[in-house]
Every structure is written in structure tokens, then in C-alpha cells.
């Protein structure tokens, strides 16, 4: 019997998803921002001319999903030892070019960075040839046993008021219809074999908690989005006072919403009339947007992209920082994945040595291995050299490793770093 709690469909994760399409997430409430309509400021509608409401949004949810994906899922590289041969190579070769894998891990870091984890499911073509696709969070579940190890995957989506299920063991995959109700499943597709020993459905963590970086910083983009979009209001309008009037009779509710939105106010009992003026202090704006922007990328482990934009405003430590908060966040992503690539070269090998009949030669899976090159913008790596080449307080190699470089790596740009220093004295 299917368990109708685990196929529920992830409502929290598809609004996350909205929110990186900038779309309304179809629920409005005040008291969970992960859950608001959007953001929050989609709630605005405008009401006059003279009180437009506007709206101001920035997709930093997808800017943060974009560096992630790029900085740890870039240039992802498969490693072979020398006990591989070379036919299970090509056979890798030929899966790569034939799923555009590279593109196809990029796609799942974006997601994984968006809303914690997302499924990757292995199927065969027609030409009896693997095929891998994404499967979102929210259309797949993996069940596990004791040991971590997967039991039961499955996919599904519902249309015409129905859930359409397919359920993988190690084995077989069968196909559930759900009633309209949700009460009953029936089986429309009796068990046959998917070709694989194993779940061929894959799960990929963005961490242990699989929560998402983008995620982890709704609040603060809410409250950034608000903050500019006030501010902005504020500006259009031309507000300097509200008009406050008391002992005015009866006002019905409707009127005094109308009044409202122009800057009129009712209050008291004292007939009274007079001008509130406000004083604003556009420093202390500007400091609450500067502290809120910058705790989105910090609480995010992302680099603020207007940091990145006024290098001569930031010292080589301060760039090196940002790298190093986002690299200790990559670490524990790459330990993730190390788990789901590994499982599936497992999967990969199933198939090449049972379906497909011995059609490579014998090896262990412990053989192949993955780089997580880290994948730094070459204009701000260009910039640290200068910096460094200026006099950086700290030491060439170390600042390179706190940017994100191994220390084999490291050593490199320092040597090339010296290299061009000498040439530079050796001209002059």
C-alpha cells in the first residue's frame, strides 16, 4: 500500500521554486515568509495615481542559486584511476555526450542551492541506451533504510485531479493511478524490469538539512524588497506629512480605507485638524538597507555581487572572506554529492554488466572519482593578483587558498604571480 503522507506533494519547496521565477507562490501569510505570496510586496496593488504602491523586486533568490551553481557545479570533473580501462571510459564518454551531464549537474546545483535537494531519475531509451533527467523536489521521493542506503524511490505528478505514481525497487518500476478522492491507488501498470540493480531514482542534498541557500535568506530578501519598494513609494509620492482629523462624525470604513491610501487619518474624539510631519533621516535608510542587503549574501554563504562590482572599495582579505564563507559551504555540498555520484556510477554499472551483457570490462566504481573545481570569475582573481602585486597584508598563497584554490593550485598563481613580476623588472 502506497503511503499517502510521503507522496504529498512539497508545497513549501514549490513555492521556493516560484520565488526563483519571481512568480507569486499562490499563499499569502504575514507570519511565514517562506510561505508569502512571492514576496511579500506582491500583496501591493495600485490604488491612485497619487498613491501608487509601488513595487519594487530584486531577484537575488536566483542570484544566489547562479552563484552557487557556477562556483561548485561549473566544471565538474569525472578522475579515473589507471586500474580503468579504456572501453569503460568510452562508455562514460558516450553517457556524458549523450545527457549533456555537465549541463545537466549545473541544473541540479541551481536547484539544490534554491530549495535544498532535488532527484536526478536513470531510464532507458528506445535504442536501449541510459538516460538521466532532473525530477524536482516536489514531483519525487527517495525512502531509506537504517543503513542510508535507498529502498523505494518515487515520481509523480497529479493531473485531472489524480496522482499518476511510479514506484522503482531495486528491480522493477510499476505505475499507481490515484483515485480523484486520494483514498485508493490502483496499479495501471503491472511490475516490469527498469534495467538497473538498484533505485534508479537519485537523490542530491544541497547539505544535511537540504535546505537551500537561497532559502535560508527569505526573510532578509523580504525585507530588502520591502525596505526599496517603501523607500521608492515614498519618493513618487512626495510625503512629507499626513493629515490627521478627529470628531469628524461618522465615517464609514470604506471611506476611511480610501482616505487612508491619499494620507488622510481619523483618530479621537476632539475636533482637531493638523499636519503630522515626518522626519526622515536618509542616513539611517541608507544604513538599514546597507545592513540588510549585506546579511542576505552572509546568511545566504553567497558573494554580494555589489562587492564584486566596487573591488577598489574592498581590501584582498575582505574578497577573500566572501570566498571562504561560500567555500566552507561548497564543502559540505561536495560531501553530499560525492554520495549521490557515487551511487550513481553504481547504477551506471548495473546496467553495463547486466541488461547490456557484459559490455565493458570488469572494474570497481571505487576507481572513479570527481574534482569540484572551484570556478572563481577571472576578473576578480585578475584583481587579487594586483592587489597582491601592490603589497596585500597577507601572504600570496595563503589569500589564493582562502579564495577557494586548492594548495596545489595556489601554488601556481603564485609562481605565475612572481613570474610576471619579474618579467615586468627585467623589461624596465
Known amino acids: 500500500m502506497l503511503d499517502k503522507e510521503l507522496l504529498k506533494l512539497d508545497d513549501l ?4 521554486y516560484l520565488r526563483s521565477q519571481n512568480k507569486p507562490a499562490t499563499t499569502f501569510e504575514w507570519c511565514n515568509p517562506l510561505m508569502a505570496d512571492g514576496v511579500p510586496i506582491y500583496a501591493r496593488q495600485k490604488s491612485t495615481c497619487s498613491d501608487p504602491n ?12 547562479r552563484t552557487k551553481a557556477g562556483y561548485l557545479a561549473g566544471d565538474i570533473k569525472r578522475t579515473y584511476t589507471d586500474e580503468i580501462p579504456e572501453d569503460v571510459r568510452a562508455k562514460f564518454t558516450h553517457f556524458d555526450n549523450l545527457n549533456h551531464f555537465k549541463s545537466l549537474l549545473k541544473r541540479l546545483m541551481f536547484s539544490c542551492a534554491g530549495w535544498g535537494n532535488t532527484y536526478s531519475l536513470c531510464y532507458l531509451d528506445k535504442q536501449d541506451d541510459i538516460r538521466i533527467k532532473q525530477i524536482q523536489a516536489w514531483e519525487g521521493k527517495v525512502q531509506y533504510n537504517e543503513h542510508g542506503e535507498p529502498e523505494k524511490g518515487f515520481v509523480y505528478y497529479k493531473k485531472d485531479e489524480r496522482m499518476h505514481i511510479w514506484e522503482y525497487d531495486s528491480k522493477n518500476v510499476t505505475k499507481w493511478l490515484g483515485s480523484k478522492s486520494g483514498n485508493s491507488y490502483q496499479v495501471v501498470v503491472p511490475p516490469k524490469l527498469h534495467g ?18 537561497a532559502q535560508q535568506a527569505v526573510s532578509l530578501l523580504d525585507a530588502f524588497d520591502r525596505l526599496i519598494s517603501d523607500s521608492v513609494t515614498e519618493s513618487a509620492t512626495f510625503r512629507a506629512a499626513y493629515l490627521l482629523l478627529k470628531n469628524m462624525g461618522l465615517v464609514d470604513d470604506v471611506v476611511k480605507e480610501k ?39 552572509i ?5 554580494d555581487p555589489e562587492a564584486l562590482a566596487s573591488l577598489s572599495n574592498a581590501t584582498a582579505f575582505q ?14 555540498t561536495e560531501a553530499e554529492w560525492k554520495i549521490s555520484l557515487e551511487y550513481l556510477d553504481r547504477i ?5 554488466h547486466g541488461l547490456d551483457v557484459q559490455s565493458v570490462s570488469d572494474y570497481s566504481t571505487e576507481d572513479i572519482n570527481y574534482d569540484f573545481k572551484r570556478n572563481i570569475p577571472k576578473d576578480v582573481m585578475t584583481w587579487l593578483k594586483d592587489i597582491l602585486t601592490a603589497g ?37
Open 259 to 297: 482616505m487612508q491610501k491619499t494620507g488622510v487619518f481619523f483618530g479621537g474624539e476632539n475636533a482637531e485638524a493638523r499636519f503630522i510631519t515626518k522626519d526622515i533621516n536618509p542616513e539611517y535608510i541608507k544604513f538599514v538597507v546597507n545592513k540588510v542587503w549585506s546579511g542576505i549574501w
Open 319 to 332: 574578497i577573500s572572506q566572501m570566498y571562504r564563507n561560500m567555500e566552507e559551504d561548497a564543502k559540505d
Open 299 to 303: 546568511v545566504a554563504s553567497s558573494v
Open 196 to 213: 538497473f540493480d538498484g533505485i534508479p531514482l537519485i537523490e542530491w542534498r544541497n547539505g544535511d538539512n537540504c535546505q537551500g541557500n
Open 13 to 16: 519547496k514549490y513555492r521556493l
Open 54 to 65: 509601488i513595487r519594487v523586486s530584486y531577484n537575488n533568490f536566483q542570484v544566489i542559486q
Open 348 to 352: 551506471l554499472k548495473s546496467y553495463w
Open 392 to 428: 596585500g597584508r597577507l601572504p600570496q598563497k595563503e589569500i589564493f587558498i582562502k579564495a577557494g584554490y586548492d594548495e596545489k593550485k595556489a601554488e601556481e598563481l603564485v609562481q605565475e604571480a612572481e613570474a610576471e613580476n619579474y618579467e615586468m623588472l627585467t623589461n624596465e
